[in-house]
């Protein structure tokens, strides 16, 4: 049954949303068949939900850590945050000082390969218990080749929420997938 309207107390309609375009905390993101509207049938009004939004963002930081384009500073940020970060505990964590975490996240400077795939590391080894249905391994990221922008597409992931079976508790639960990106 759907929650009465926040602004009138009307009833509202729920319906779950083939496609839904987000930029999620920083990254562009497509959610299909995840996202549900609900809208008043009274007043008009509508609210969006996305369902297990840590999750989705933990699914999201790990697949852009997998991807080889080079990192932007508003994904550099996302990835950092996403991890819970703040900046300073950010910086100590990988033995970085924050005005070089700081310049590399408002694009002051660029990230090196080496800085950058010990980011990606850390970040995916914080977050990926949290996103399953993402195959990772840290040897992925030791082989990966950075890419420079404009070299490849653009990250754009289409992400799907699934049933994930979880081997340690022999239950399914739902789970963020991504669609493979051609490179």
Known sequence: MSEPCPI??????????????????????????AVVRETCTACGATTTEIPDLDGLTAALAV????????????????????????AR???????????????WENDKQTLGGYAEK?????VCEALHDQAPAIPYAAGM?????????????????????????????DTARLR?????VAA
């Not at 990221?141 to 081997?167: N, Q, T």
Request: glycine share 6%; proline share 8%.
């Open 89 to 103: 505990d950010f910086a100590d964590a990988i033995d970085l000082d924050t005005a070089s975490l700081s310049r």
């Open 141 to 169: 990221i030791a082989r990966l080749k950075l890419r420079p922008h404009g070299s490849m597409p653009p990250f754009r992931p289409v992400m799907d929420r699934v049933r994930f079976r979880m081997e340690r508790e």
């Open 8 to 33: 009138c107390g009307g009833e509202t309609r729920a319906e779950v949303l083939p496609e839904y375009a987000d930029d999620l905390l920083g990254l562009p993101v497509v959610l299909r068949n």
């Open 63 to 86: 697949t852009r850590g997998l991807y080889p384009l080079q990192l932007t500073g508003a994904e550099l940020r996302f990835l950092r945050k996403a991890t819970g970060m703040n």
């Open 176 to 180: 963020w997938e991504t669609e493979p």
């Open 118 to 122: 010990v980011m990606r590391v850390f």
